[in-house]
Protein backbone atom coordinates (compact mmCIF):
# COMPACT_ATOMS: atom_id res chain seq x y z
CA UNK A 1 0.00 0.00 0.00
CA UNK A 2 1.56 3.29 -0.84
CA UNK A 3 -0.31 6.50 0.90
CA UNK A 4 -1.07 9.35 -0.55
CA UNK A 5 -0.82 12.75 0.53
CA UNK A 6 -2.04 16.00 -0.80
CA UNK A 7 -1.09 19.56 0.39
CA UNK A 8 -2.22 21.63 -2.97
CA UNK A 9 -0.07 23.27 -5.40
CA UNK A 10 -0.45 23.54 -8.72
CA UNK A 11 -0.89 19.91 -8.86
CA UNK A 12 -4.68 20.39 -7.80
CA UNK A 13 -5.65 23.66 -8.65
CA UNK A 14 -9.17 24.94 -10.83
CA UNK A 15 -9.09 27.00 -12.80
CA UNK A 16 -11.55 30.12 -13.59
CA UNK A 17 -12.66 30.52 -17.36
CA UNK A 18 -13.87 34.00 -16.45
CA UNK A 19 -11.91 35.87 -14.22
CA UNK A 20 -8.57 33.79 -15.22
CA UNK A 21 -7.90 32.74 -11.67
CA UNK A 22 -6.11 29.29 -10.08
CA UNK A 23 -8.09 28.37 -7.39
CA UNK A 24 -8.37 24.92 -4.85
CA UNK A 25 -11.63 23.24 -4.64
CA UNK A 26 -10.80 19.61 -3.90
CA UNK A 27 -7.97 17.04 -5.07
CA UNK A 28 -8.26 15.54 -8.81
CA UNK A 29 -6.28 12.10 -6.72
CA UNK A 30 -9.10 9.46 -7.49
CA UNK A 31 -9.34 10.77 -10.95
CA UNK A 32 -5.86 10.35 -12.02
CA UNK A 33 -5.34 7.35 -10.54
CA UNK A 34 -8.50 5.97 -12.52
CA UNK A 35 -7.33 7.52 -15.75
CA UNK A 36 -3.93 6.58 -15.67
CA UNK A 37 -5.08 2.73 -14.81
CA UNK A 38 -3.50 2.70 -10.76
CA UNK A 39 -3.44 -0.96 -9.84
CA UNK A 40 -1.11 0.08 -6.59
CA UNK A 41 -3.52 -0.01 -3.55
CA UNK A 42 -3.31 3.63 -2.27
CA UNK A 43 -4.25 5.42 0.84
CA UNK A 44 -5.19 8.92 -0.41
CA UNK A 45 -5.19 12.01 2.61
CA UNK A 46 -5.66 15.41 1.87
CA UNK A 47 -4.15 17.89 4.41
CA UNK A 48 -4.01 20.82 3.13
CA UNK A 49 -5.01 22.94 -0.41
CA UNK A 50 -2.55 25.35 -0.38
CA UNK A 51 -0.11 26.81 -3.12
CA UNK A 52 3.51 26.18 -2.01
CA UNK A 53 4.72 30.19 -1.56
CA UNK A 54 2.06 29.91 1.26
CA UNK A 55 3.06 27.15 3.45
CA UNK A 56 4.45 27.63 6.86
CA UNK A 57 6.24 26.32 9.68
CA UNK A 58 3.25 24.44 10.73
CA UNK A 59 2.21 23.38 7.38
CA UNK A 60 5.32 21.29 7.05
CA UNK A 61 5.42 19.83 10.30
CA UNK A 62 1.86 18.69 9.51
CA UNK A 63 3.18 16.95 6.39
CA UNK A 64 6.10 15.52 9.02
CA UNK A 65 3.86 14.32 11.26
CA UNK A 66 1.93 12.66 9.16
CA UNK A 67 4.44 10.48 7.14
CA UNK A 68 5.92 9.36 11.13
CA UNK A 69 3.07 8.13 11.82
CA UNK A 70 1.84 6.75 8.32
CA UNK A 71 1.43 2.72 8.67
CA UNK A 72 2.83 2.62 5.43
CA UNK A 73 6.68 2.51 4.31
CA UNK A 74 6.08 3.94 0.60
CA UNK A 75 4.66 7.57 0.54
CA UNK A 76 4.50 10.05 -2.21
CA UNK A 77 3.30 13.56 -1.46
CA UNK A 78 2.07 16.00 -4.12
CA UNK A 79 3.18 19.53 -3.09
CA UNK A 80 3.46 23.05 -4.98
CA UNK A 81 6.37 23.04 -7.11
CA UNK A 82 8.24 26.17 -5.79
CA UNK A 83 8.85 25.15 -2.18
CA UNK A 84 8.91 21.04 -3.15
CA UNK A 85 13.01 21.09 -1.95
CA UNK A 86 11.87 23.21 1.53
CA UNK A 87 9.45 20.75 2.55
CA UNK A 88 12.18 17.39 1.27
CA UNK A 89 14.54 19.34 3.74
CA UNK A 90 12.44 19.05 6.49
CA UNK A 91 11.56 16.06 5.92
CA UNK A 92 14.90 14.86 5.40
CA UNK A 93 16.63 16.46 8.36
CA UNK A 94 13.69 14.47 10.85
CA UNK A 95 15.34 10.74 9.85
CA UNK A 96 11.78 9.25 9.72
CA UNK A 97 13.47 5.34 9.45
CA UNK A 98 12.36 2.72 6.77
CA UNK A 99 10.25 5.43 4.98
CA UNK A 100 10.69 6.17 0.95
CA UNK A 101 9.22 9.36 0.52
CA UNK A 102 8.88 10.96 -2.63
CA UNK A 103 7.72 14.44 -3.76
CA UNK A 104 6.19 15.37 -6.66
CA UNK A 105 3.78 18.14 -8.57
CA UNK A 106 3.11 19.96 -12.10
CA UNK A 107 3.88 22.67 -13.41
CA UNK A 108 0.89 23.00 -15.51
CA UNK A 109 -2.77 22.34 -13.38
CA UNK A 110 -4.33 19.25 -14.08
CA UNK A 111 -7.46 20.82 -14.30
CA UNK A 112 -5.98 21.67 -17.78
CA UNK A 113 -5.98 18.56 -19.14
CA UNK A 114 -3.60 16.98 -21.75
CA UNK A 115 -1.45 19.57 -21.22
CA UNK A 116 -0.86 18.59 -17.89
CA UNK A 117 2.55 17.07 -16.49
CA UNK A 118 0.90 15.91 -13.47
CA UNK A 119 -0.27 12.57 -14.48
CA UNK A 120 2.91 11.56 -15.77
CA UNK A 121 4.63 13.08 -12.80
CA UNK A 122 2.15 11.07 -10.35
CA UNK A 123 2.84 7.37 -12.30
CA UNK A 124 6.64 7.54 -12.07
CA UNK A 125 6.45 8.86 -8.39
CA UNK A 126 3.91 6.10 -7.63
CA UNK A 127 6.84 3.91 -9.18
CA UNK A 128 9.63 5.51 -7.68
CA UNK A 129 7.94 5.06 -4.17
CA UNK A 130 8.46 1.03 -4.72
CA UNK A 131 11.90 0.67 -6.25
CA UNK A 132 13.85 3.46 -4.61
CA UNK A 133 15.63 2.43 -0.97
CA UNK A 134 14.14 4.42 2.47
CA UNK A 135 15.04 8.21 1.75
CA UNK A 136 13.71 11.49 0.96
CA UNK A 137 13.08 12.00 -2.84
CA UNK A 138 11.71 14.60 -5.53
CA UNK A 139 10.41 13.49 -8.45
CA UNK A 140 9.40 15.90 -11.58
CA UNK A 141 9.54 15.15 -15.61
CA UNK A 142 10.24 11.00 -15.10
CA UNK A 143 12.99 11.86 -13.04
CA UNK A 144 14.16 11.56 -9.10
CA UNK A 145 16.49 13.38 -7.36
CA UNK A 146 17.92 13.18 -3.77
CA UNK A 147 16.11 15.83 -1.62
CA UNK A 148 19.97 17.63 -0.79
CA UNK A 149 20.86 17.37 -4.83
CA UNK A 150 18.08 19.53 -6.82
CA UNK A 151 16.52 22.53 -7.90
CA UNK A 152 13.83 23.82 -9.63
CA UNK A 153 15.18 26.25 -12.66
CA UNK A 154 13.07 28.42 -12.79
CA UNK A 155 13.97 29.64 -16.54
CA UNK A 156 13.60 26.01 -17.85
CA UNK A 157 10.89 25.06 -15.74
CA UNK A 158 12.73 21.60 -14.86
CA UNK A 159 13.81 20.37 -12.12
CA UNK A 160 17.49 19.75 -12.08
CA UNK A 161 20.85 18.14 -10.29
CA UNK A 162 23.10 20.65 -8.24
CA UNK A 163 26.10 20.18 -9.79
Known amino acids: MIQIYITGGTF ?7 TGDLFFKDTHMKQLLEQGRNNVPVDIKTL ?24 YDDIVITHGTDTMVETAKVLAKANIPDKTIVLTGAMVPIAF ?6 LFNLGASLA ?18 NW ?7 KTGFFEEIK
Not at 12 to 18: Q, W
Not at 113 to 118: P, R, V
Open 12 to 18: DKEYNYI
Open 48 to 71: MMIDSYDMTEEDRNIILHNCKKSP
Open 128 to 145: FAQALEPGVYVSMNGRYF
Open 113 to 118: GSSSDG
Open 148 to 154: DNVRKNK
